[in-house]
């Protein structure tokens, strides 16, 4: 069968800029077909991050099924870039950074590269702290123990981040054929555990329909203020209709107080108080609104407390349609750092048939899999679970579901799956592409090996612990604006160079992408352009749409900016 690869066929090993690690991947160890590139997706895409997508859909007002067929759509449109940007790790065998040499220019391609890393370093400490907790939680379950003090660190969980951090390593420091195997064996089980879940929901919570109808709930929020000094509360209800609380409490910002009885049947509770009308005046006003259920044993179940300005704000109609778009960019800027970087793992594959069947079997499918199974589960919580009592106490995350079950074989069986679920996302997401990253750094001084301890390190010295609410926004951030970077590449490969690429000189000082001092001053340019452009949407209220939109806005400005500017090469 004729190769779909180019080989390398000049010596450049004496090059600074070569390594083994960084070298075209040899015919013999391009060992992964279309089935271990679905399995690398689907240990990737199953996460806490998935489970939890569609919550953020349904909360904006979105039905189940609307924000399923928008997570699909987007990760069908991302899988397009992924693919594209695959072609080359499978045609020449090259990692990012590598590839990138030849539109960023040799020393150029470190600017994206380092910033994919730190994306990738960032998110590496906080999944290995999540890791981490649920190592903890085994433990605890495993003796009896309990957490002294939720509120605060211990030493049990820093002990459970350490295991789990050299869990972690111990499969960089195995190599890329470890990494296959894990990804290849966790992927069944990972499958399993969402039909599981699913099971669960069904049998405990009286059928599949009866589930599903609990969106609706999720749906609504659970406290409004609304024209007409009305305060509109929304009390989850169990599968008869009935209302599980019983009763309400409203604490004014001011001091003053309001409660009273819930009837079991009514829809919605309508509060329009005189009180409410004195402190609807106050621009500045607050209620902090909480919902009791008081059981036949006197001890009340208590929902988490909700606090609502005392404004109403006006009601808004036909914006559906922008809610959609924007959670359709977020979806797709989900794995925006992992299309930059997707070479590194199609480098490994045989066939460019083989690197596109297994993206496009394995990244959206999985994607929409989990998140209804987030979608399915968290419904089921809200029926069985009482102290389920406002949308807002919904168990969205997994962690909070796990923490609900009493028996300690179900949280041991748990939480080793979201072991396996959450180091099979690590490695392959987190530990890859910035490895690869620093080694491009120093090629004959640090090694895949090197970098991925790097990595590692880093995790630990951004203390996740402490700065992960932080971190997290910051790093989304970060992500939405990779979309130029991508758009240069894809505009280079396919455009300018026509997927023509001169392997040997991807590895010279002096070569064919050394251009100024081994920096393209156009890709450069392209790329804090599209950057700029996403950035005046976020400081210009008026031009806001260009930062809600900004993987689109800086992929379309820099692909076109590049194209434009390298016409002279292209000619």
């Known amino acids: 069968m004729k190769e779909e690869f180019v080989s390398l066929q000049e010596d450049v090993s004496a090059s600074p800029l070569y390594s083994e690690d960084l070298a075209p991947t040899p015919a013999e160890k391009r060992t992964w077909n279309t089935w271990h590139l679905a399995f690398v ?15 953020f859909m349904i909360k904006m007002g979105m039905s189940w099924y609307a924000a399923l067929i928008v997570i699909g759509l987007a990760n069908l449109v991302i899988t397009i870039p992924m693919v594209l940007n695959g072609h080359a790790g499978v045609k020449y065998g090259i990692p990012f950074p590598v590839l990138g040499r030849a539109a960023f220019g040799i020393h150029g391609i470190h600017f994206p590269a380092i910033l994919r890393a730190i994306v990738a370093c960032g998110w590496f400490g906080i999944q290995t702290w999540v890791g981490g907790l649920a190592c903890y939680a085994i433990w605890n379950a495993a003796t009896g123990s309990a957490d002294p003090d939720p509120n605060s660190l211990n030493l049990g969980e820093f002990a459970g981040f350490t295991v789990f951090w050299v869990i972690n390593m111990f499969f960089v420091w195995k190599g890329t054929e470890s990494i296959k195997w894990l990804e290849e064996y966790s992927a069944p089980i990972l499958i399993v555990m969402g039909i599981a879940l699913i099971v669960w929901g069904t049998t405990t919570a009286g ?20 024209e007409g000094n009305t305060l509109l509360i929304n009390p989850i209800k169990d ?4 209302n599980k609380a019983n009763t309400y ?12 009885m819930i009837a079991p049947d009514e829809a919605t509770l309508r509060l329009n108080d005189p009180i409410l009308n004195e402190r609807a005046a106050n621009p500045n006003g607050k209620a902090t609104i909480t919902l009791m259920q008081f059981g036949a044993e006197g001890n009340p179940t208590t929902s988490s407390p909700i606090t609502v300005a005392l404004h109403a704000v006006p009601a808004t109609t036909g914006n559906m349609l922008w809610v959609y778009i924007l959670a359709f960019t977020g979806m797709v800027g989900f794995w925006a750092t992992m299309s930059l970087s997707i070479a590194d793992i199609t480098r490994y594959t045989k066939t460019q048939k083989a690197q596109i069947r297994g993206q496009f079997i394995g990244l959206p499918g999985t994607m929409m899999l989990y998140s209804f199974v987030g979608i399915f589960v968290t419904c089921a919580a809200v029926v069985n679970f009482k102290d389920v009592l406002v949308a807002d106490d919904a168990p969205w995350d997994p962690v909070s579901l796990l923490s609900r079950f009493e028996n300690p074989i179900v949280v041991i069986i748990a939480q080793i799956m979201m072991l396996i679920a959450t180091l099979s996302t690590n490695i392959a997401a987190n530990v890859i592409a910035p490895a690869n990253a620093f080694s491009n750094l120093s090629p004959k001084r640090i090694s895949f090996k090197t970098g991925g301890t790097i990595t590692g390190i880093v995790g630990i010295l951004i203390c996740p612990w402490w700065l992960m609410d932080a971190i997290a926004p910051a790093l989304v951030f970060v ?19 026509k997927k023509n690429l001169q392997l040997a000189e991807l590895f010279k000082l002096r070569g064919a992408y050394t251009y100024t001092g081994g920096f393209n001053l156009v890709a450069l340019l392209a790329m804090t352009l599209g950057v700029l452009v996403a950035l005046i949407g976020y400081f210009v209220p008026a031009l806001d749409f260009l930062y809600k939109l900004s993987w689109f806005s800086g992929f379309g400005v820099a692909f076109v900016v590049y194209i434009a500017g390298m016409r002279k090469h292209r000619r």
């Open 207 to 226: 059928g599949f329909g009866i589930v599903l109808d609990q969106s609706k709930q999720l749906e609504r929020p659970a406290v409004a203020f609304v």
């Open 479 to 497: 992500s939405g604006l990779l979309g130029p970077v991508l758009g240069i590449m894809i505009a280079d490969y396919f455009v300018v160079r």
């Open 41 to 55: 997706w689907v240990g990737m895409a199953v996460c806490i991050p998935t489970y939890m997508l569609a919550s």
């Open 249 to 260: 409490q409203v604490k004014f910002s001011d001091g003053g107080e309001l409660s009273g």
């Open 239 to 242: 599968v008869a209709g009935l």
